[in-house]
């Protein structure tokens, strides 16, 4: 019997998106690094994104990284590493993206120890305000970096869209080239990967504004939702309903629309608003904030109507549907970023690959 709840996905849909952007980005001379964190690491989804063109494999858990090896593509560590994890990243992964100086020296130490060459991507913040060091001090990083003898500068990256939202423009990339030009020319390097941004940056790249320089790009949502996140735009070509929820109805009653008795504080501490609609037929379904937060749901059956959730129940009014829902039944819900992430992340979902 199937187990409920559980998030199915469509694994051709994926793979299909991950080709069409891969050979979009191959004609930019662009590769795809393929991140798979909105899935919690799983190696399955990793495998469709290599089989679809990805030329690297990111995730930001060293755990999933090692897993990844088997695939036989290089890895890369899309958040930095903490300074007790040193010896796991060098054991195991390719290629980390790094801002901090302190930390970048302890990945020399411990690469010497292991006898390897650890390849760096030094990130730079253009305005998102999350990771990179300011574009003042890439001078001081660089010449501290090139003398590390077991740390290569593989290249520098951005990452924009995530904190601060700021959209991936041709200054903020501009910028990024320049700075890749600088470094090239002053220290007579060569810097193997100019990484632009994520799944952001694709609107500039399907225009072809992409400065030429930028080489590489990290994609996550765009691979799974076939859309592109600067403006929320779908991408021609891409399957967008690649994954969904379904779960199941465990109690269905008519019962008033408000609670009756004083209002109190919910399980969560609030208190709640209830809009009077009268008597309603009410379904509850088995699953709850401890899986997705409700409010990042979606019904496929537009006349349901979510009304909340507690830990473990999801209730929904049912009354205006033209299906006949009975206890035992299933309800399929559409997924976004933040509930797929949330689902895949719960041990109590079961994930369907097919
Ligand atoms: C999550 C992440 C990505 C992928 O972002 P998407 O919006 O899913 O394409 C790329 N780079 C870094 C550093 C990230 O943390």
Same mark, same amino acid.
Request: charged share 30%; net charge negative.
């Given at each position: ?122 990130? $730079? ?15 001081? %990083? ?71 320089? $930028? ?15 600067? %403006? ?85 009014? $049912? ?5 006949? %829902?009975?206890?035992?039944? $299933? ?22 690959? %097919?």
């Amino acid at each position: 019997m199937a187990e409920y709840p559980r998030v199915l996905v469509d694994l051709n849909k994926i793979k299909e998106n991950v080709k069409i952007l891969t050979k979009k980005c191959r004609e930019s001379n662009i590769d795809v690094v393929g991140v798979g964190k909105v899935f919690s690491g799983s190696i399955e989804i990793a495998r469709v994104m290599v089989e679809g063109g990805v030329k690297y494999l990111g995730d930001s858990r060293v755990e999933n990284l090692k897993e990844f090896k088997s695939l036989g593509v290089p890895s890369v560590m899309i958040r930095m590493p903490m300074k007790t994890q040193i010896k796991e990243v060098i054991e195991h992964v390719d290629i980390s993206l790094n801002s901090e100086i302190y930390i970048i020296e302890l990945l020399n130490r411990e690469a010497k120890k292991q006898d390897k060459i650890h390849k760096i991507i030094l990130m $730079i913040d253009l305005g998102d305000l999350r990771e990179g060091i300011l574009p003042e001090d890439v001078k001081n %990083y660089i010449e501290k970096i090139i003398p590390m003898e077991n740390i290569k500068l593989e290249g520098i990256g951005v990452n924009l869209s995530c904190y601060g939202g700021i959209i991936p423009s041709l200054e903020n990339l501009g910028q990024l080239e320049e700075i890749s030009i600088w470094i090239e020319k002053n220290y007579n390097i060569k810097l193997n990967i100019i990484s632009g941004g994520n799944s952001s940056s694709l609107d500039l790249l399907l225009k072809n504004t992409i400065p030429s320089r $930028i080489n590489n790009l990290r994609l996550g949502e765009s691979l799974i939702f076939g859309r592109e996140t600067a %403006y929320g735009k779908d991408l021609e070509g891409c399957f967008h309903d690649s994954v969904r929820l379904e779960a199941e109805i465990i109690e269905l009653k008519e019962k008033e629309s408000c609670p009756v008795g004083e209002i109190g504080f919910n399980a969560f501490g609030k208190k709640p608003i209830f809009v009077d609609r009268g008597i309603r037929k009410r379904a509850i379904l088995a699953i709850g904030e401890q899986d997705v937060d409700h409010s990042d749901l979606r019904v496929v059956d537009k006349n349901l109507i979510i009304l909340g959730a507690s830990s473990d129940h999801l209730i929904l009014d $049912i009354t205006d549907s033209m299906e006949k %829902y009975r206890v035992g039944d $299933i309800v399929k819900f559409k997924l976004d970023y933040s509930s797929l992430l949330e689902l895949t992340t719960s041990p109590y979902v079961k994930k369907i690959f %097919y």
